[in-house]
């Protein structure tokens, strides 16, 4: 047997359900071993008074993607990636965009081609299905679904994306039979049109204005709709970036009915509201997102919503337009009606932190929790469990060796995107990852990207038992 390459010592190893103190073997990127681990010829990292936990899987990001507006996307497979490894992500499931009139297929080879050469961390993909043409549902997603492309995504806003009632019942039908998972973006897409035509009318154009135009009740009720049609096709589904108390009523109205309905949410509806996009001279465009910011109350709700199981993934949806840029979030111009405004924001580096320092290390959150929402629930709801998500012999060696215990006050100067600002400017931490490990290699030490352009690999997804029954997930 070859010998242990890397060995973690004196760690306390989190994971969604154990809380360990012990040392890590690693060997050939594996996790071989955990309990007292000793091998003079091993490299070894003392993680002594550290906390360990798995490397995060970022289950909604956004990299390189194309758009019709004539906005361009500021991170590509590099920038994003080192990103998300320097913040302790080890695992992103950015998203494969079918361009209406396009096939799938063609989708998912562009983005092969974009990431390769370029990921330091390991990937997966979603597809985003905007034609489901009966070529694309009978021939491309199933082939897709069984090469490892189980999930994906749907939209019921954007004219450019969305799907109609019937449409989203062929793709929930397919998804069914196949053994796939559907994200469903729920906003009501005429709602929302209606509304920003009438504040258009007004004069009211301004970035808060995109808030207006979007109030809970457009997600709330697109969010019952997305339910129900699942609860017709008797599907599981998953509801993406849910911001407030209205959705995940419904959601939990559903899960207490015994529906398969899973929800995540972002850190924006945890640390941002819809003030934040009143802030003048067009720097509320940073915080330019759908759904939009809520309220406070709104944020006390998502926090609950965490502590009690109504979501089981938190995502950073990081969609990186720059501020100060042709291209980004003034590319139709400072002035421009809010409906220009390219919807997004980054955190795939601040995720993680931002959990771990105002949830668990601030006791609304314990351990085992920001484990399973941030690593364990989305590899497994995504195929991609045991491989990733857990600290257990076995799996692979993506593990964050945490600094708890140095306050810092979070500045853009310190992330690793191609952004021009975050969010969460001028926020006091007290976590950052002081070493990432992706397949036992360190790929970020002290908060600097250490490792090699191009290492990631592409992770096939396992698809859930197909056939009649919900209670076949697995």
Same mark, same amino acid.
């Given at each position: 047997?070859?010998?242990?390459?890397?060995?973690?010592?004196? $760690?306390?190893?989190?994971?969604?359900?154990?809380?360990?103190?012990?040392?890590?073997?690693?060997?050939?990127?594996?996790?071989?071993?955990?309990?007292?681990?000793?091998?003079?010829?091993?490299? #070894?990292?003392?993680?002594?008074?550290?906390?360990?936990?798995?490397?995060?899987?970022?289950?909604?990001?956004?990299?390189?993607?194309?758009?019709?507006?004539?906005?361009?996307?500021?991170?590509?497979?590099?920038?994003?990636?080192?990103? $998300?490894?320097?913040?302790?992500? &080890?695992?992103?499931?950015?998203?494969?965009?079918?361009?209406?009139?396009?096939?799938?297929?063609?989708?998912?080879?562009?983005?092969?081609?974009?990431?390769?050469?370029?990921?330091?961390?390991?990937? $997966?993909?979603?597809?985003?299905?905007?034609?489901?043409?009966?070529?694309?549902?009978?021939?491309?997603?199933?082939?897709?679904?069984?090469?490892?492309?189980?999930?994906?995504?749907?939209?019921?806003?954007?004219?450019?994306?969305?799907?109609?009632?019937?449409?989203?019942?062929?793709?929930?039908?397919?998804?069914?039979?196949?053994?796939?998972?559907?994200?469903?973006?729920?906003?009501?897409?005429?709602?929302?049109?209606?509304?920003?035509?009438?504040?258009?009318?007004? @004069?009211?154009?301004?970035?808060?204005?995109?808030?207006?135009?979007?109030?809970?009740?457009?997600?709330?009720?697109?969010? =019952?709709?997305?339910?129900?049609?699942?609860?017709?096709?008797?599907?599981?589904?998953?509801?993406?970036?849910?911001?407030?108390?209205?959705?995940?009523?419904?959601?939990?109205?559903?899960?207490?009915?015994?529906?398969?309905?899973?929800?995540?949410?972002?850190?924006?509806?945890?640390?941002?509201?819809?003030?934040?996009?009143?802030?003048?001279?067009?720097?509320?465009?940073?915080?330019?997102?759908?759904? +939009?910011?809520?309220?406070?109350?709104?944020?006390?709700?998502?926090?609950?919503?965490?502590? &009690?199981?109504?979501?089981?993934?938190?995502?950073?949806? =990081?969609?990186?337009?720059?501020?100060?840029?042709?291209?980004?979030?003034?590319?139709?111009?400072?002035?421009?009606?809010?409906?220009?405004?390219? /919807?997004?924001?980054?955190?795939?580096?601040?995720?993680? +932190?931002?959990?771990?320092?105002?949830?668990?290390?601030?006791?609304?959150?314990?351990?085992?929790?920001?484990?399973?929402?941030?690593?364990?629930?989305?590899?497994?709801?995504?195929?991609?469990?045991?491989?990733?998500?857990?600290?257990?012999?076995?799996?692979?060696?993506?593990?964050?060796?945490?600094?708890?215990?140095?306050?810092?006050?979070?500045?853009?100067?310190?992330? =690793?995107?191609? #952004?021009?600002?975050?969010?969460?400017? @001028?926020? /006091?931490?007290?976590?950052?990852?002081?070493? #990432?490990?992706?397949? @036992?290699?360190?790929?970020?030490?002290?908060?600097?990207?250490?490792?090699?352009?191009?290492? @990631?690999?592409?992770?096939?997804?396992?698809?859930?038992?197909?056939?009649?029954? #919900?209670?076949?997930?697995?």
């Amino acid at each position: 047997m070859e010998p242990i390459t890397t060995i973690i010592k004196n $760690a306390t190893v989190a994971t969604a359900t154990e809380l360990l103190h012990c040392d890590i073997g690693i060997r050939d990127g594996l996790i071989v071993s955990l309990g007292e681990v000793n091998d003079e010829n091993a490299e #070894v990292i003392n993680a002594a008074g550290r906390l360990v936990t798995p490397g995060g899987v970022d289950a909604h990001c956004h990299m390189d993607q194309p758009s019709n507006d004539g906005s361009v996307m500021a991170d590509d497979f590099e920038t994003a990636t080192i990103s $998300a490894a320097c913040g302790g992500t &080890t695992t992103v499931i950015p998203f494969a965009l079918q361009m209406k009139g396009s096939s799938l297929d063609a989708a998912v080879k562009d983005y092969h081609q974009s990431a390769e050469g370029k990921a330091v961390v390991d990937y $997966a993909f979603h597809m985003i299905v905007t034609d489901p043409s009966p070529d694309v549902l009978e021939k491309e997603l199933p082939k897709l679904v069984s090469s490892g492309y189980s999930h994906f995504k749907i939209y019921m806003t954007y004219d450019d994306l969305k799907l109609n009632d019937y449409q989203i019942l062929e793709v929930l039908a397919l998804a069914r039979r196949e053994g796939a998972l559907v994200m469903i973006h729920a906003e009501n897409s005429d709602c929302i049109a209606w509304l920003t035509d009438k504040l258009e009318a007004a @004069g009211k154009i301004q970035p808060q204005y995109h808030a207006t135009s979007r109030p809970p009740v457009v997600e709330r009720e697109a969010t =019952h709709r997305a339910i129900s049609l699942a609860e017709l096709v008797d599907v599981p589904v998953l509801i993406v970036h849910v911001s407030g108390s209205e959705s995940m009523e419904q959601i939990r109205i559903a899960q207490n009915r015994g529906h398969k309905v899973f929800a995540e949410t972002c850190p924006q509806y945890l640390f941002l509201t819809a003030k934040d996009l009143e802030t003048p001279d067009f720097e509320g465009a940073k915080f330019v997102c759908s759904p +939009p910011p809520r309220t406070p109350e709104d944020q006390e709700a998502v926090w609950r919503g965490l502590q &009690t199981g109504i979501f089981q993934v938190f995502s950073s949806d =990081h969609a990186p337009f720059r501020y100060a840029d042709e291209t980004g979030k003034a590319h139709a111009g400072k002035g421009a009606a809010f409906k220009y405004i390219p /919807n997004g924001i980054p955190g795939i580096e601040t995720r993680l +932190p931002l959990l771990l320092s105002e949830g668990v290390l601030k006791g609304r959150l314990d351990i085992h929790k920001f484990v399973s929402l941030t690593s364990t629930e989305p590899a497994k709801l995504y195929g991609l469990f045991p491989r990733k998500g857990t600290i257990a012999p076995g799996s692979d060696a993506d593990l964050v060796i945490w600094d708890t215990k140095t306050p810092f006050t979070l500045t853009n100067d310190r992330l =690793h995107h191609n #952004v021009d600002y975050t969010p969460y400017e @001028g926020m /006091n931490l007290t976590a950052w990852p002081e070493y #990432v490990i992706s397949r @036992g290699e360190v790929v970020s030490k002290a908060g600097d990207f250490v490792s090699t352009v191009g290492r @990631g690999r592409f992770l096939p997804s396992d698809k859930r038992k197909s056939g009649p029954s #919900v209670g076949q997930w697995k």
